[in-house]
C-alpha cells in the first residue's frame, strides 16, 4: 500500500505556482488576487476560507475577505457578488458554501461571471469541463485529478465508483474520469442514496472515489484488493482528547480498507489540501487571462 500524499503533493504544486508568480510580477504583472465571500459564522466555513487565503499569501497571491452577516438578503449578497464581477484588480472568487436558508445557492452561482468563476461551479464552466474545453474545473475534483496524475495512476480502462453525485464533487468527478484524455478514459459508476446493490458497485471498483460525508462508510470487507483509493470525505467528530474538540473523519475506514489497497489518500492530508492548491491554480489561470485573454 502506498500513501497518496496530498500534503506533500499539494506543497509541490504551490511551490511551482509561486515561482510562476515571481515570473508573472517579472514580466510588470500585478499579482493574481483571489477574494472569498464568507457569510455567516460557520466554524468549518471560516476554517476553510483562513486557510485558502493564509495559502494565498504563501504563493504570493494577493487575496481578499469580505466578510457578511448571516442576516444578508439575497438582493444584497448579489450586490455583492456584482461588485467582484466588476473590479478590474480581483482575479477569481469564491462564495464560501453552505449559505443561510435565505440565500438561494442557485442563484449565487448563476451570478458570478464564469471568468472569475475559481470554484467552476457556474453551469457554463461545467458545460465546458464536459465538452474538454478550457474551463474552471472544481477545485475537488481538479485537485483528484492532479493527485492521480502526479502518482501516474493507472486509469484508462478502469472501473471507477464515485460515490456521491454533488455538483461540488462527485457529479464532476464522475465527469473528468470518464474524459477521452488521462486521467480519465475509466468506465464510470456514480452511486448516490437510490443506488441498489451499494456494496457489489464498491467491491468491484478499480478506483473508489468516496464523496458521502458519513464517517468510516466503506470498510475492509466491501473493498478488493489492490483498490486506488480517494477519499473526499472530511466530518467532525466529537473528540475530548482534543484541543479543539473534534478531529476530522473520512468516508473510508483507513485502517481496514488501508491493508488491500494499492494507494489511499488519508483523512486530514489527502484531499483536502489538494482541493486548495487547485483552487490556487485556477486562480493563477484566470490572472493569466487577464493577461492574454
Ligand atoms: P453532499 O452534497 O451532501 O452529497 C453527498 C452525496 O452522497 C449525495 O449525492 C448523496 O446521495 C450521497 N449519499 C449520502 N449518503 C449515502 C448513502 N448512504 N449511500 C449512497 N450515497 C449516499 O456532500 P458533498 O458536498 O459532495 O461532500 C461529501 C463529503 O466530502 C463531505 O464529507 C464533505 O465535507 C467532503 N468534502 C471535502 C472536500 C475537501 O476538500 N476534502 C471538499 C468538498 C467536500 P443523494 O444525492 O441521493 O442524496
Same mark, same amino acid.
Given at each position: 500500500?502506498?500513501?497518496?500524499?496530498? $500534503?506533500?503533493?499539494?506543497?509541490?504544486?504551490?511551490?511551482?505556482?509561486?515561482?510562476?508568480?515571481?515570473?508573472?510580477?517579472?514580466?510588470?504583472?500585478?499579482?493574481?488576487?483571489?477574494?472569498?465571500?464568507?457569510?455567516?459564522?460557520?466554524?468549518?466555513?471560516?476554517?476553510?476560507?483562513?486557510?485558502?487565503?493564509?495559502?494565498?499569501?504563501?504563493?504570493?497571491?494577493?487575496?481578499?475577505?469580505?466578510?457578511?452577516?448571516?442576516?444578508?438578503?439575497?438582493?444584497?449578497?448579489?450586490?455583492?457578488?456584482?461588485?467582484?464581477?466588476?473590479?478590474?484588480?480581483?482575479?477569481?472568487?469564491?462564495?464560501?458554501?453552505?449559505?443561510?436558508?435565505?440565500?438561494?445557492?442557485?442563484?449565487?452561482?448563476?451570478?458570478?461571471?464564469? $471568468?472569475?468563476?475559481?470554484?467552476?461551479?457556474? !453551469?457554463?464552466?461545467?458545460?465546458?469541463?464536459?465538452?474538454?474545453?478550457?474551463?474552471?474545473? !472544481?477545485?475537488?475534483?481538479?485537485?483528484?485529478?492532479?493527485?492521480?496524475?502526479?502518482?501516474?495512476?493507472?486509469?484508462?480502462? $478502469?472501473?471507477?465508483?464515485?460515490?456521491?453525485?454533488?455538483?461540488?464533487?462527485?457529479? !464532476?468527478?464522475?465527469?473528468?474520469?470518464?474524459? #477521452? @484524455?488521462?486521467?480519465? #478514459?475509466?468506465?464510470?459508476?456514480?452511486?448516490?442514496?437510490?443506488?441498489?446493490?451499494?456494496?457489489?458497485?464498491?467491491?468491484?471498483?478499480?478506483?473508489?472515489?468516496?464523496?458521502?460525508?458519513?464517517?468510516?462508510?466503506?470498510?475492509?470487507?466491501?473493498?478488493?484488493?489492490?483498490?486506488?483509493?480517494?477519499?473526499?470525505?472530511?466530518?467532525?467528530?466529537?473528540?475530548? @482528547?482534543?484541543?479543539?474538540?473534534?478531529?476530522?473523519?473520512?468516508?473510508?475506514?483507513?485502517?481496514?480498507?488501508?491493508?488491500?489497497?494499492?494507494?489511499?489518500?488519508?483523512?486530514?492530508?489527502?484531499?483536502?489540501?489538494?482541493?486548495?492548491?487547485?483552487?490556487? $491554480?485556477?486562480?493563477?489561470?484566470?490572472?493569466?487571462?487577464?493577461?492574454?485573454?
Amino acid at each position: 500500500m502506498r500513501i497518496l500524499d496530498g $500534503k506533500e503533493t499539494s506543497q509541490a504544486l504551490r511551490n511551482e505556482i509561486a515561482d510562476e508568480v515571481v515570473k508573472f510580477k517579472e514580466k510588470g504583472n500585478r499579482p493574481p488576487h483571489l477574494a472569498a465571500v464568507l457569510v455567516g459564522n460557520n466554524g468549518a466555513s471560516i476554517t476553510y476560507v483562513n486557510a485558502k487565503i493564509k495559502a494565498c499569501e504563501e504563493v504570493g497571491f494577493s487575496s481578499s475577505l469580505v466578510r457578511l452577516s448571516d442576516t444578508i438578503s439575497q438582493a444584497e449578497l448579489l450586490h455583492e457578488i456584482d461588485k467582484l464581477n466588476n473590479d478590474p484588480a480581483i482575479d477569481g472568487f469564491i462564495v464560501q458554501l453552505p449559505l443561510p436558508d435565505q440565500i438561494s445557492e442557485k442563484k449565487v452561482i448563476m451570478a458570478v461571471n464564469p $471568468k472569475k468563476d475559481v470554484d467552476g461551479f457556474h !453551469p457554463q464552466n461545467l458545460g465546458r469541463m464536459a465538452l474538454n474545453m478550457h474551463a474552471f474545473v !472544481p477545485a475537488t475534483p481538479a485537485g483528484i485529478i492532479e493527485l492521480l496524475d502526479r502518482y501516474n495512476i493507472e486509469t484508462g480502462g $478502469k472501473h471507477c465508483v464515485v460515490l456521491g453525485r454533488s455538483h461540488i464533487v462527485g457529479l !464532476p468527478m464522475s465527469i473528468l474520469m470518464s474524459r #477521452n @484524455t488521462y486521467p480519465g #478514459n475509466a468506465t464510470v459508476t456514480i452511486c448516490h442514496s437510490h443506488t441498489r446493490n451499494l456494496e457489489d458497485m464498491i467491491r468491484s471498483a478499480d478506483i473508489l472515489i468516496a464523496a458521502v460525508g458519513r464517517p468510516n462508510f466503506v470498510r475492509g470487507n466491501m473493498v478488493k484488493e489492490g483498490v486506488v483509493v480517494v477519499d473526499v470525505g472530511i466530518t467532525r467528530v466529537v473528540d475530548t @482528547t482534543k484541543k479543539s474538540g473534534y478531529r476530522l473523519v473520512g468516508d473510508v475506514h483507513f485502517d481496514e480498507v488501508s491493508k488491500k489497497a494499492a494507494f489511499i489518500t488519508p483523512v486530514p492530508g489527502g484531499v483536502g489540501p489538494m482541493t486548495i492548491a487547485a483552487l490556487l $491554480k485556477n486562480t493563477m489561470i484566470g490572472a493569466r487571462r487577464r493577461v492574454k485573454p
